[in-house]
């Protein structure tokens, strides 16, 4: 119900709760290694608005600290901002237009996760040799050092031109996407999606369990008969969550190639998915 802090002695504080205790060594303000704030140049002001579309990419890092260039969101500024963001299964990217100064940094997860926090409107933003500055107009001060590895090269796996695209309803898919998922592997997590010229049908083959289960749904697009892909289903359930347009399409080139997915009309924030091999 109440904290209060005092302090014990000249090295010690106590924090007071309900009807408990407790100290605790405490050391000279003095000693905190505070970074030095000269040399930071002014990068921009960051609205509300673009600060939740970063918050929004965190959910696509990953928390592998073996890959550190992983755990973070890689933030291009050269007019317009290019965001990516990858767990090294699903990578999400999205571009804002505007006019914005150059910059490039891969900004730490856990800064954008807590950054609407301290954010009512805006942020302006500035940048020195080796660390980024953040002040809020909520009057907080927040400087972290970028993540200092190089981001990978998602222009490799990034297809520019697609032979086949299907474009299906948001909601349905993904409550069939859910059905599966309970089904399927444990292990594994593969569906098979296998499109005809109007029907999507959706399967699973669980051995471990000698489950087989298909769920059908229709698709607009271009996808020629029999064309099946596989999927893991967790990374398929994940991209749809993230998406809010009615309709998002599906674009392919081969079975063996990576799978974008956006939502229809929304072609600044799109997804990348790595198919399973079926054999």
């Not at 695209?165 to 069939?176: G, K, P, Q, T, V």
Request: hydrophobic share 40%; aromatic share 8%; with cysteine.
């Amino acid at each position: 119900r109440e904290i209060n802090v005092e302090q014990a002695s000249d090295s010690r504080l106590r924090i007071l709760y309900d009807d408990r205790n407790v100290e605790f060594a405490s050391h000279c303000i003095d000693d905190y290694p505070f970074p030095d704030e000269s040399g930071f140049i002014e990068v921009g002001t960051w609205r509300r608005g673009v600060i939740d579309v970063l918050n929004s990419m965190t959910n696509f890092c990953s928390n592998d600290l073996q890959r550190p260039s992983l755990c973070g969101v890689d933030v291009c500024l050269n007019g317009s901002m290019t965001t990516s963001a990858t767990d090294g299964h699903v990578l999400k990217k999205v571009v804002l237009h505007g006019d914005y100064a150059p910059m490039h940094a891969i900004i730490p997860k856990r800064l954008l996760q807590i950054l609407p926090l301290m954010v009512n409107r805006h942020a302006s933003i500035s940048r020195s040799d080796e660390l980024i500055k953040l002040v809020t107009d909520s009057d907080f001060r927040i400087i972290a050092r970028p993540i200092d590895i190089a981001f990978p090269d998602i222009n490799r796996v990034m297809p520019k031109t697609f032979t086949h695209i299907a474009s299906m309803n948001r909601d349905e898919l993904l409550r069939l996407f859910l059905e599966a998922a309970s089904f399927a592997d444990n292990e594994t997590r593969r569906v098979i999606l296998r499109f005809g010229e109007s029907k999507l049908v959706v399967s699973v083959e669980n051995k471990e369990r000698c489950i087989e289960w298909e769920g059908t749904m229709p698709h607009g697009g271009t996808m020629p008969n029999d064309y099946a892909v596989g999927i893991n289903i967790d990374y398929g359930i994940k991209v749809l969550k993230d998406i809010t347009a009615h309709d998002v399409l599906w674009k392919f080139n081969d079975p063996a190639s990576a799978i974008i997915v956006h939502g229809a009309d929304v072609e600044n924030e799109i997804f990348l998915l790595m198919p399973i091999r079926l054999k």
